[in-house]
């Protein structure tokens, strides 16, 4: 079942949740640039999401990220926005004269990059429900949106994404940006499809951001059993399934088939990567002084998690262990990927 239109995204507060602990890293080389975040959201008290992540607005910065669940959804935000500003801010260098957020929750490009976005015009398509709410907090915290921002109302898994945007005057003769951020995992195997042909019907040299799951893990998700898993993990895990319990994740793509998936719709893949993995932290975590946002608290729940390994060999002796290679391609399958891709000429 999908979300009901008729309620608040909660995962879009999760992570704009995420974008507004992380912008208040000390470190301007490894801080999330989405200094609005947190005024979009306004009092935390009034988020409905019981969940570490959102709590930690209203702890200091130095207490919150001793959370590891915390820590989690800063560094994926931060590479997140640190990697869709630098796509928006080249496309835009390279010609792009619309922008279109997909499912833009807290999204606040058009707010914070109105100077990159001057000559462009910018769209903003979500659900009625969580666009009210963003509207009116846009309202509160923000005041008058910018002249060339449009809100488009819908739900595009039901209703015409082109022709509604058409009518509120997109045109799709000019080089378009497109930011599908966080979304591609709720949309059913065919909405994902019709959406990435949609785009890859551009002009050449327009493109798209995106990040997605691969369809093992969706597959793991819907056989989760509550009873297997780890005692430790439980409240995590049970955590997250209460996150997305009216957002269901549905979709992913092929295991390592992203280039050719993209390819039927005419989508050449510039870049992808699994957030959080080494090469993305290092490029987008990393502080002047070396260390990496969150370090502290990764370490500390990898010690724990080692030693709960250890434990259990131990109880249970001539247990399978899994190979290094064997362990990486699972870290590589289940993992959150991030990507780039243009319409090919
Ligand atoms: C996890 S949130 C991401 C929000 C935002 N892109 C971000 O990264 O901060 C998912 C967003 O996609 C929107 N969404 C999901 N399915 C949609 C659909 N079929 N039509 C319109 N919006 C949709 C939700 O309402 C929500 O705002």
Redesign the pocket.
């Known amino acids: 079942m999908s ?1 009901p239109s008729s309620k608040v ?1 909660r ?2 507060i999760f ?2 949740a995420g974008r507004a602990v992380g912008a208040r890293e000390p470190d301007p080389v490894a801080r999330n640039p989405d200094y609005l975040a947190e005024k979009l959201l306004g009092d935390p008290k009034t988020l409905d999401v019981d969940h570490p992540a959102v709590r930690a607005l209203s702890l200091g910065y130095d207490q919150a990220m001793t959370d590891v669940e915390v820590v989690s959804n800063v560094r994926m935000m931060t590479i997140r926005t640190r990697f869709i500003d630098e796509g928006l801010a080249r496309a835009i260098a390279d010609g792009a004269t619309q922008v279109i957020v997909l ?5 606040t490009h058009a707010y914070r990059c109105q100077e990159l976005l001057a000559q462009a015009r910018i769209f903003e ?3 009625p429900a ?1 666009q009210e709410l963003k509207k009116q907090r846009v309202h509160d915290a923000v005041g008058t949106p910018p002249a060339n921002l449009t809100y488009v109302p ?4 039901h209703e015409d994404l082109p022709e509604v945007l058409r009518r509120h005057g997109y045109d799709p003769a000019q080089r378009t940006f497109f930011i599908l ?3 591609t995992m ?2 059913p195997e065919d ?1 994902a499809r019709a959406t990435f042909r949609f785009v890859g019907a551009h002009p050449p040299g327009s493109g798209i951001v995106f990040d997605f799951v691969y369809r093992a893990m969706i597959d793991r998700l819907a056989k989760i059993d509550m009873a297997n898993i780890p005692e430790a993990q439980k409240p995590f895990v049970q955590r997250f399934l209460d996150l997305i319990k009216d957002e269901p994740w549905v979709f992913g793509l092929p295991e390592e088939g992203e280039r050719d998936f993209l390819r039927e719709f005419g989508l050449e893949l510039r870049e992808a990567f699994p957030v959080g993995g080494e090469e993305s932290s290092k490029r987008f975590l990393t502080k002047s002084d070396g260390t990496q946002v969150g370090a502290q608290a990764i370490a500390a729940a990898m010690a724990r998690m080692a030693a709960r390994a250890r434990e259990s060999a131990q109880a249970q002796p001539g247990g399978q262990q899994m190979s290094p290679e064997l362990m990486r391609r699972q870290q590589r399958v289940m993992g959150y990927q991030l990507a780039e891709a243009v319409v090919s000429g």
């Open positions: 979300q995204s995962t879009s992570v704009a499912g833009a929750g807290f999204d398509v979500d659900r969580t819908i739900d595009f898994q951020e966080g979304v709720y949309l909405a």
